[in-house]
């Protein structure tokens, strides 16, 4: 038998019915945003964060830039995953091998669970951005492992299962700066270490995606494919606005897509995802699936600033793919 992450049953999961009169696919919380930016004393701003259902509760790794506007990862827990307490300090790493010990900034994290620990990948800063990687058994002790990739490059996303005995991770190759361009690209390793066999996934394409796109969550496993949820950019002469669509990506071979959704699903438009540090930003870094009833909710950052719930139905977003696709 194929190894599956096909169930998923989260009946806690956080959820919102859509609002009479609401026809979108994807709807917003009605009490965002969920974090504000000074929610510990520490943070300038709390955003682009990823969550994981932990021992019948929820665990996350959040993206707190400070008041020197340090850029770093915090630990949280919440028993709802609205309401969520994070520490004030940036999660302590082990090395497990002193040479990699090098990281000027942290940031935009995804924590996914595979095997046996919770695997965690963010944009690590060394000597320009490219892809940590490091993993927890317990949310107690982070290990921190090689880096994945040379700089540079962002949006580094793991696979939540092994694909033809590899591990696979997204990523999507940038410049040291506000990167102008990019595509989205998938390597695969057989120990988490070593990546190649590097594959094309997607470009950008026009309108809300036309300067660049990048894998948001962890891909979610559906009897049709992988979807995914991702970033696109439009620069306007305000500049970049970022905000997110959908994908559905082959089982077996995640690099062919299968549709690709023409629309964005969520584009900033109300005031927390319009103003903020860098306005008209709407970012998804993390999912909760409940696979019995289809529930979606979606964590994304807002202006870089907050972060924000969003909710969706699987079904609701397969039918929208299927009529709505230019691949
Ligand atoms: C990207 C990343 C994200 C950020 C976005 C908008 O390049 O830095 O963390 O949300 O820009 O500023």
């Known amino acids: 038998m194929k190894p599956s992450s096909l169930q998923s049953t989260l009946p806690n999961i956080p959820w919102e019915d859509r609002s009479a009169g609401n026809a979108n696919v994807v709807w917003r919380y009605s009490h965002n945003p969920i974090i504000p930016r000074d929610l510990i004393p ?4 709390i955003f ?8 019948g509760t929820f665990a996350g790794v959040f993206r707190c830039d400070d008041k020197q506007r340090n850029m770093n990862v915090h630990r949280g827990f919440s028993q709802d995953g609205i309401n969520w307490k994070l520490d004030d300090n940036p999660i302590e790493w082990i090395y497990d091998n002193s040479d990699c ?3 000027q900034y942290k940031y935009d994290p995804r924590v996914c669970w595979i095997e046996d620990r919770y695997y965690i990948m ?3 800063g060394f000597h320009g ?8 058994f317990d949310f107690e002790q982070f290990h921190f492992l090689e880096n994945a990739l040379l700089p540079f490059n962002r949006n580094g996303v793991p696979f939540p299962r092994k694909i033809n005995d590899k591990y696979v991770m997204f990523s999507r190759p940038s410049d040291n700066g506000h990167t102008p361009f990019g595509d989205i690209y998938l390597s695969m390793s057989p120990d988490m270490v070593h990546w190649g066999e590097h594959r094309y996934v997607m470009g950008t394409k026009g309108g809300w995606q036309s300067t660049k ?8 496993e559906t009897p049709e494919g992988w979807l995914l949820f991702y970033h696109g950019v439009l620069t306007s002469c305000n500049g970049f606005v970022y905000s997110f669509g959908a994908a559905l990506l082959d089982l077996d071979k995640p690099w062919k897509v299968i549709y690709r959704g023409a629309s964005y699903l969520l584009s900033p438009q109300t005031y927390y995802e319009c103003v903020g540090d860098v306005p008209n930003v709407a970012f998804p870094c993390a999912t909760l699936y409940d ?11 807002g202006a870089d600033t907050v972060t924000g719930l969003a909710f969706c139905k699987v079904d609701e977003v397969m039918e929208f793919l299927k009529h709505n696709s230019e691949v």
Request: proline content about 11%.
């Open 42 to 45: 520490s943070s300038n701003s």
């Open 48 to 55: 682009n964060s990823a969550v994981v259902p932990f021992n």
């Open 101 to 103: 010990a090098y990281s």
């Open 122 to 124: 963010w944009c690590n």
């Open 129 to 136: 951005p490219t892809i940590g990687i490091g993993y927890t």
């Open 213 to 220: 796109v990048g894998a948001g969550p962890v891909p979610i």
């Open 291 to 301: 696979q019995p009833t289809g529930r979606i909710a979606i964590y994304y950052g």
